[in-house]
């Protein structure tokens, strides 16, 4: 019965994704917000894979958003690639920043594993300032024209913001269901018991070096996937917006609070906290991160399973009542 109605809401919240952009009163604006939630539900369940099911807390998650939007615009602007394609390249090139990156890091544990996230992002984000000739340097790349997709015989324009959206929506949609479908392999269970235990997990046969770098790849193909489209939206990148630490530290608020460890949380983490952002921005600027950082604690100490797992709490704990 309770499954039957999960599956009913996402069919429902589906299909008003889907006609979201048609009701007269969505404007441009409303668009952009939403482009901007899907890519944070993106990249926040890439993190999540990582920092919320293998317990690997990533503080440098934007050097592979970074390498994805980076990869796109190159292709793009200076070798006119079908965008498509540019953005799965930027994804596969940000899995071969995260192939060195996690054969080492995995070296280190904890806090010492997330330190070290946090300096090998700013490397890369030093190494893209100073390498002037390829990315721009601090001027950075700017995308005038977008070339048309071509998928076989159809073509398809990317440029208005509808368009924008139904692509992201496109690779929200993808995203969570590879999130869902690799959770319930063996792979998820090994991810989520590395979490728990990870000397009792490696005790018992799991190479949990291997199945951690696995989740490291997979979490920087997303969130490569998530920089190329966000390069393109945005139509300019500088390595002090893609690689900056405040986009690393988003991913993980969006996750925290909505529910680290859940697919659920991210997506309404993501809801929560770009709704917010739009509603301070004009007021305190870019103060609102320290806003961000008191929601977290407040989340933290009130509700420690995130917004989701206490939603999830009241709703069952009302069901059982009315059972009775």
Request: aromatic residues 14%; hydrophobic residues 55%; glycine residues 10%.
């Amino acid at each position: 019965m309770r499954n039957k109605g999960i599956i009913l809401l996402i069919i429902i919240a589906l299909a008003f994704a889907l006609v979201f952009p048609q009701f007269p009163f969505v404007n441009n604006y409303l668009l952009h917000v939403s482009i901007v939630i899907f890519l944070h539900i993106i990249f926040g369940l890439s993190w999540n894979l990582l920092g919320g099911y293998t317990g690997q807390i990533s503080f440098g998650h934007a050097m592979f958003l970074g390498m994805g939007a980076y990869t796109t615009m190159i292709l793009v602007t200076q070798y006119e690639i079908n965008p498509l394609t540019a953005i799965l390249l930027g994804a596969v090139f940000a899995v071969f920043l995260a192939l060195p990156v996690g054969l080492v890091l995995f070296k280190l544990r904890g806090p010492y594993f997330a330190l070290g996230t946090l300096a090998t992002a700013e490397i890369i984000r030093l190494v893209a300032l100073n390498w002037s000739s390829l990315t721009g340097g601090g001027v950075g790349i700017l995308l005038l024209n977008i070339p048309p997709i071509n998928v076989g015989f159809m073509e398809f324009q990317l440029g208005s913001k509808e368009s924008f959206y139904y692509f992201t929506l496109l690779f929200t949609i993808i995203t969570i269901i590879v999130m869902y479908w690799l959770l319930r392999r063996k792979e998820g269970y090994y991810f989520l018991s590395i979490r728990e235990d990870e000397d009792a997990s490696l005790a018992l046969g799991i190479d949990t070096r291997l199945y951690k770098t696995y989740a490291l790849l997979i979490s920087a193909f997303f969130t490569g996937i998530s920089g190329g489209i966000m390069a393109l939206v945005v139509g300019i990148i500088e390595p002090q917006t893609v690689f900056a630490v405040h986009l690393s530290a988003e991913m993980i608020f969006v996750a925290v609070i909505g529910g680290i460890g859940t697919i659920m949380g991210p997506i309404i983490g993501s809801f929560i906290l770009v709704i917010l952002t739009e509603i301070l921005y004009d007021w305190v600027g870019t103060a609102y991160l320290i806003l961000y950082g008191l929601l977290l604690m407040l989340v933290i100490l009130y509700m420690p399973e995130g917004v989701y797992g206490w939603l999830k709490r009241k709703f069952l704990s009302t069901f059982s009542r009315k059972e009775v």
